[in-house]
């Protein structure tokens, strides 16, 4: 219609980060972060647009990575999310004339080890004295499982294998096995006295060259999941690097390694100062207020937009 200008989707974007107790890789999942930031359902499925900022006045270093968008990463998170709703068949006919769960989203556990924390965001508001700051309020956010055995034990998908999860890459690598091809090389020919010109090395470098793939056919190392993005950092003779500019972030998982001391005065959590680790960033989109796009069909795949 002339003259309507349609109003610009708002969304919180950019949220301070507090560590988990714990050692080991620090991890963001940035739909999680929207979504408890905005009060709506952001999905895992997607490429974000994040960058991450340092915080504070403190000397400090973080070493920042995503995950490797590669070809096995995306088909084989493809594949477990076809598996996940396939499993669930039979107990969609059952729920058929019922309202199944609003807000059911298909997701994997983005920990390349299990020993690695989470950073979650906060809100803050004024105190008084200061600003206060309240972990952010998130009512379910569960990883996707399923159940594997008749007994109803359950695993989950993630970025690696244990007895309770199954290895998004190692499951799509087991549908990807090849064999040379041919299994054995061959001299023989048709005729092959009239045929002055050939030669048997020929024939053996037709069968032989090209007969295994560019690549390592019988593993895909699927723990070399990450790609460094940059490191943020402030030292002692004034040099730094604030941020790490913007930088395609696939299911929405940032890592980091290194630390943080800083203590921003003015954050209270009620019993003391608060120890930030980091600030992530969205960018601006048209996808519920922030730049986000498919990372699979989910619809496709049985999994909603």
Same mark, same amino acid.
């Given at each position: 219609?002339?003259?309507?200008?349609?109003?610009?989707?708002?969304?919180?974007?950019?949220?301070?980060?507090?560590?988990?107790?714990?050692?080991?890789?620090?991890?963001?999942?940035v739909d999680r972060e929207l979504s408890g930031q905005n009060?709506?359902?952001?999905?895992?499925?997607?490429?974000?647009?994040?960058?991450?900022?340092?915080?504070?006045?403190?000397?400090?270093?973080?070493?920042?990575?995503?995950?490797?968008?590669?070809?096995?990463?995306?088909?084989?998170?493809?594949?477990?999310?076809?598996?996940?709703?396939?499993?669930?068949?039979?107990?969609?006919?059952?729920?058929?004339?019922?309202?199944?769960?609003?807000?059911?989203?298909?997701?994997?556990?983005?920990?390349?080890?299990?020993?690695?924390?989470?950073?979650?965001?906060?809100?803050?508001?004024?105190?008084?004295?200061?600003v206060t700051a309240t972990p952010v309020q998130v009512d379910?956010?569960?990883?996707?499982?399923?159940?594997?055995?008749?007994?109803?034990?359950?695993?989950?998908?993630?970025?690696?294998?244990?007895?309770?999860?199954?290895?998004?890459? $190692?499951?799509?690598?087991? @549908?990807?096995? &090849? /064999?040379?091809?041919?299994?054995?090389?061959?001299?023989?020919?048709? #005729? %092959?006295?009239?045929?002055?010109?050939?030669?048997?090395?020929?024939?053996?470098?037709?069968?032989?060259?090209?007969?295994?793939?560019?690549?390592?056919?019988?593993?895909?190392?699927?723990?070399?999941?990450?790609?460094?993005?940059?490191?943020?950092?402030?030292?002692?003779?004034?040099?730094?690097?604030?941020?790490?500019?913007?930088?395609?972030?696939?299911?929405?998982?940032?890592?980091?390694?290194?630390?943080?001391?800083?203590?921003?005065?003015?954050?209270?959590?009620?019993?003391?100062? $608060?120890?930030?680790?980091? @600030?992530?960033? &969205? /960018?601006?989109?048209?996808?519920?207020?922030?730049?986000?796009?498919? #990372? %699979?069909?989910?619809?496709?795949?049985?999994?909603?937009?």
């Amino acid at each position: 219609m002339i003259g309507v200008v349609m109003a610009k989707m708002n969304a919180v974007k950019k949220f301070l980060m507090q560590r988990t107790a714990g050692s080991g890789t620090t991890c963001v999942r940035v739909d999680r972060e929207l979504s408890g930031q905005n009060r709506r359902l952001y999905r895992q499925s997607r490429t974000y647009r994040v960058k991450a900022n340092l915080v504070g006045s403190s000397n400090m270093s973080l070493d920042v990575y995503k995950l490797r968008d590669s070809f096995m990463l995306q088909k084989g998170y493809s594949l477990a999310m076809q598996q996940w709703n396939k499993s669930y068949e039979e107990a969609k006919d059952v729920v058929k004339g019922n309202v199944r769960g609003r807000w059911r989203d298909f997701r994997i556990d983005i920990r390349p080890f299990i020993g690695d924390v989470f950073a979650n965001s906060v809100t803050l508001k004024a105190n008084g004295t200061g600003v206060t700051a309240t972990p952010v309020q998130v009512d379910e956010y569960a990883n996707s499982s399923t159940a594997y055995t008749t007994g109803g034990l359950f695993r989950d998908f993630g970025l690696r294998t244990d007895s309770n999860t199954f290895d998004i890459i $190692a499951e799509y690598n087991k @549908e990807g096995k &090849v /064999q040379p091809s041919p299994q054995s090389s061959t001299t023989e020919a048709a #005729y %092959v006295e009239l045929n002055a010109n050939l030669e048997d090395d020929e024939v053996l470098n037709l069968q032989g060259d090209g007969n295994l793939p560019p690549y390592d056919a019988d593993s895909t190392l699927p723990l070399e999941v990450l790609e460094y993005v940059g490191t943020i950092y402030r030292d002692a003779d004034g040099n730094t690097k604030s941020t790490t500019g913007y930088f395609d972030a696939p299911l929405g998982a940032v890592y980091f390694f290194g630390g943080s001391t800083n203590v921003p005065s003015i954050i209270d959590t009620g019993g003391g100062l $608060a120890s930030f680790y980091c @600030e992530i960033e &969205v /960018q601006a989109g048209d996808y519920k207020g922030v730049l986000a796009h498919p #990372y %699979v069909d989910a619809k496709k795949l049985g999994s909603g937009n």
